[in-house]
């Protein structure tokens, strides 16, 4: 359950938080109109405040909403405002925010051009997506039954409510079936990506992550490249089947919600040893590390409030 906090961002102010309301024929309700990022705030190391990557986060939304043919009123730069503005009206540190902007009520058909776009900003104490168990000692993945969406028939490069039910059938079907993490394979049979985050392998110290193909372009995913080469790790941006997660050494997956989670165990086969390798264990040292300000070098990825 997400714990209530004061205030939310909506259209240009703050409203109390069982204020924001929509109207029930909202077209992003009936249709999956929307787009929407998912951003992290952080308790940095020196006990100040700050979001991790917001700007890329941001670029992200309109982004999303340009594949969309979705015109957001507002500036990038009136966003990252707002999302500092919700912060600090809900006087919190470690947050989960999640920007959104959607179609809302007028027409109801599907070409509905003329409906104005709300744009809201929510922020919550958010803890690890998959449990703080599940960060320290990795989660049991199965490779789920429904493929990621086709390129053609979704657009995968934007982050929109509708794409999201692909990912809800897949986590849906592996947690009933007693898993934590669904592995969705692409359309041609290659490992694409969880139900929510980028995935990687590690074979004989080397890091490999599928191509931006049929895959999100993850911030988190592109941290954690830049970390990884900075620490001399060669990593790789390339294909790989699912019998290739079997004999890794190690995989985990990164993104915003989930930060970076070892998995432990993939379709009833122990992952490696069957607990995070060392390779798992530096990039998420390293990663905690940026994004409570305390690598200099990333300090760009902060921005303080």
């Given at each position: 359950?997400?714990d209530?906090?004061?205030?939310?961002?909506?259209?240009?102010?703050?409203v109390?938080?069982?204020?924001?309301?929509v109207h029930?024929l909202?077209?992003?309700?009936?249709y999956?109109?929307s787009v929407?990022?998912?951003?992290?705030?952080?308790e940095?190391?020196?006990?100040?405040?700050g979001?991790?990557?917001?700007?890329?986060?941001?670029?992200?939304l309109f982004?999303?909403?340009?594949i969309?043919?979705?015109?957001?009123?507002?500036?990038?730069?009136?966003i990252?405002?707002?999302?500092?503005?919700?912060l600090?009206?809900?006087?919190?540190?470690?947050?989960?925010?999640?920007?959104?902007?959607f179609?809302?009520?007028?027409?109801?058909?599907?070409?509905?051009?003329?409906?104005?776009?709300?744009?809201?900003?929510?922020?919550?104490?958010w803890?690890?997506?998959?449990?703080?168990?599940?960060?320290?000692?990795?989660?049991?993945?199965k490779?789920?039954?429904?493929a990621?969406m086709?390129?053609?028939?979704?657009?995968?490069?934007s982050k929109?409510?509708?794409?999201?039910i692909n990912s809800?059938?897949?986590?849906?079907e592996?947690?009933?079936a007693?898993?934590?993490?669904?592995?969705?394979?692409?359309?041609d049979?290659y490992v694409?990506e969880?139900?929510?985050?980028n995935?990687?392998?590690v074979?004989?110290?080397?890091?490999?992550?599928p191509?931006l193909?049929?895959?999100?372009?993850g911030?988190?995913?592109?941290s954690?490249?830049?970390?990884a080469?900075d620490?001399g790790?060669t990593?790789?941006?390339?294909?790989?089947?699912?019998d290739?997660?079997?004999?890794?050494d190690e995989?985990?997956?990164?993104?915003?919600?989930?930060?970076?989670?070892?998995?432990?165990?993939?379709?009833?086969?122990?992952?490696?040893?069957g607990?995070p390798?060392?390779?798992?264990k530096?990039?998420?040292?390293?990663?905690r590390?940026a994004?409570?300000?305390?690598l200099?070098?990333?300090?760009?990825?902060?921005?303080?409030?």
């Amino acid at each position: 359950m997400v714990d209530k906090l004061k205030k939310i961002w909506m259209n240009g102010k703050l409203v109390d938080w069982d204020n924001a309301q929509v109207h029930v024929l909202s077209h992003a309700l009936h249709y999956g109109t929307s787009v929407f990022e998912g951003v992290r705030s952080y308790e940095l190391a020196d006990g100040g405040r700050g979001v991790f990557r917001l700007k890329e986060h941001t670029k992200r939304l309109f982004e999303s909403a340009r594949i969309l043919l979705m015109t957001i009123p507002y500036t990038e730069d009136q966003i990252n405002d707002a999302i500092l503005e919700t912060l600090k009206a809900n006087d919190v540190k470690g947050a989960y925010i999640r920007p959104i902007a959607f179609i809302g009520e007028g027409a109801m058909g599907l070409y509905a051009v003329n409906n104005p776009v709300t744009v809201s900003i929510s922020c919550w104490v958010w803890g690890a997506y998959l449990g703080e168990e599940g960060v320290r000692n990795g989660i049991r993945g199965k490779v789920s039954s429904y493929a990621r969406m086709h390129v053609n028939t979704h657009m995968t490069k934007s982050k929109a409510g509708g794409n999201y039910i692909n990912s809800i059938l897949a986590k849906r079907e592996v947690s009933l079936a007693g898993y934590e993490e669904a592995i969705m394979l692409d359309t041609d049979g290659y490992v694409s990506e969880c139900s929510g985050e980028n995935i990687y392998v590690v074979k004989d110290g080397v890091i490999k992550t599928p191509p931006l193909t049929a895959v999100l372009n993850g911030i988190t995913r592109n941290s954690v490249i830049r970390i990884a080469r900075d620490e001399g790790l060669t990593l790789v941006e390339g294909r790989f089947t699912r019998d290739e997660m079997y004999v890794a050494d190690e995989v985990f997956m990164s993104g915003t919600a989930a930060e970076l989670t070892p998995i432990r165990e993939i379709d009833d086969r122990p992952v490696g040893t069957g607990k995070p390798g060392p390779v798992t264990k530096l990039l998420q040292e390293r990663y905690r590390q940026a994004v409570t300000g305390a690598l200099p070098k990333y300090a760009d990825w902060v921005t303080r409030f």
